[in-house]
């Protein structure tokens, strides 16, 4: 099952994309899953975003403590 959200007036792609998948790089995988919104720059309350499966890599050398999410 897809996860969404649900903007707030004046979400941005990258301001959803940073808060919701962690990073603000990930703005065009965000902005793919929901290409029927392109058009929208600034968001307005309640429009509802399908948020794309982001596979996450941690380097199984570095003790736990020392490994990084990308």
Do not use: H
């Not at 707030?8 to 703005?27: E, F, H, I, M, P």
């Not at 499966?53 to 736990?64: G, M, Y």
Request: glycine share 2%; proline share 7%.
């Amino acid at each position: 099952m897809s996860k969404t959200y649900t903007t707030v007036q004046s979400d941005r792609w990258d301001s959803v994309a940073y808060t919701q998948l962690g990073s603000c790089a990930l703005a065009p995988r965000l902005m793919a899953a929901n290409s029927q919104y392109l058009n929208y720059f600034e968001f307005p309350a309640g429009i509802v975003l399908t948020l794309p499966e982001i596979e996450t890599k941690t380097s199984s050398t570095l003790p736990p403590w020392k490994k990084v999410v990308t």
